[in-house]
């Protein structure tokens, strides 16, 4: 099974930038992608940002040009990196991996529990 773990959500301001990390442990044999999704307060769970094992990226409209998504393969981390914060991406953030942990395995998704970002004067 694969773990992953999330951190650096808290209270910013609007304007301001929080950088997420997510740190996978357990048994990786290769990896599809791993991604940033987020659900506020009463709304569904939406993707954020993806980055493919090639590096490709992706981003959903309302962030592209402010969110920046990373990745360091030695670290098991990805990152996402957000600047001009705006009340409306204030939700919990879940780091997102599609993995599979051997070579006869199926890849599958994994979850972490999620970060609380709020944007907040």
């Known amino acids: 099974q694969v773990q992953l773990v999330e951190s650096g959500g808290g209270l910013v301001q609007p304007g301001g930038s929080l950088r997420l990390s997510c740190v996978a442990s357990?048994?990786?044999?290769?990896?599809?992608?791993m991604g940033w999704y987020r659900q506020g307060s009463g709304k569904e769970r939406e993707l954020v940002a993806d980055?493919?094992?090639?590096?490709?990226?992706n981003y959903a409209d309302s962030v592209k040009g402010r969110f920046t998504i990373s990745r360091d393969n030695a670290k098991n981390t990805v990152y996402l990196q957000m600047n001009s914060l705006k009340p409306e991406d204030t939700a919990v953030y879940y780091c997102?991996?599609?993995?599979?942990?051997?070579?006869?395995?199926?890849?599958?998704?994994?979850w972490g529990r999620g970060t609380q970002v709020t944007v907040s004067s």
């Open positions: 980055i493919s094992s090639g590096g490709s990226t």
């Open positions: 997102n991996w599609n993995v599979r942990t051997s070579d006869s395995g199926s890849y599958y998704d994994s």
């Open positions: 357990g048994s990786i044999f290769s990896i599809n992608a």
